[in-house]
């Protein structure tokens, strides 16, 4: 009775460690190296199609409130949005009124874009999931803007 009783207890007592050992853990830090990009759309052929976007960064979708708050985060005049279609971009923006308007030209109407996001605060390029290009479309207004949910590149 006496060896259950003991093991009961040094079992309590490790998962109470184990417990209280995740409650004090630090943030793991989200800032990351990287210098600000230099994006910038070809202008050396015919684009056939245009579309225009209305972008809100919320990185409260990628990281948690703790993590944005140990790393001082904020959305800087640096900050950059840019389009592509794989490694190409079609236009790039900064922010404006904690918005981006960003122009998309595409050769091609039916393409997948994805957004990437630097952020200047963090030194780290997110990238979204992708969309179609609808030429002549819209994605986002200023009263409903379009806000992806962005991931950090590797």
Not at 83 to 92: H, K, M, N, P, T
């Amino acid at each position: 009775m006496k060896t259950r009783v003991f093991s009961i207890a040094v079992c309590a007592l490790l998962l109470m460690m184990a417990g209280c050992g995740e409650q004090n853990k630090e943030p793991q830090s989200i800032i990351g190296s990287t210098d600000k990009p230099v994006w910038s759309a070809p202008t050396d052929y015919d684009m056939t199609s245009s579309m225009t976007a209305v972008v809100k960064v919320d990185l409260s979708k990628t990281f948690t409130a703790d993590q944005l708050a140990a790393a001082n985060y904020q959305l800087t005049d640096d900050d950059l949005v840019a389009a592509f279609a794989g490694e190409e971009c079609l236009g790039v923006t900064t922010p404006k009124d904690g918005l981006f308007f960003l122009y998309i030209c595409a050769p091609a109407t039916s393409t997948d874009i994805t957004l990437r996001h630097y952020s200047n605060a963090l030194k780290t390029i997110l990238t979204s999931e992708p969309f179609t290009f609808v030429g002549d479309g819209h994605l986002g207004t200023v009263s409903e803007p379009y806000t992806p949910a962005f991931v950090a590149e590797k």
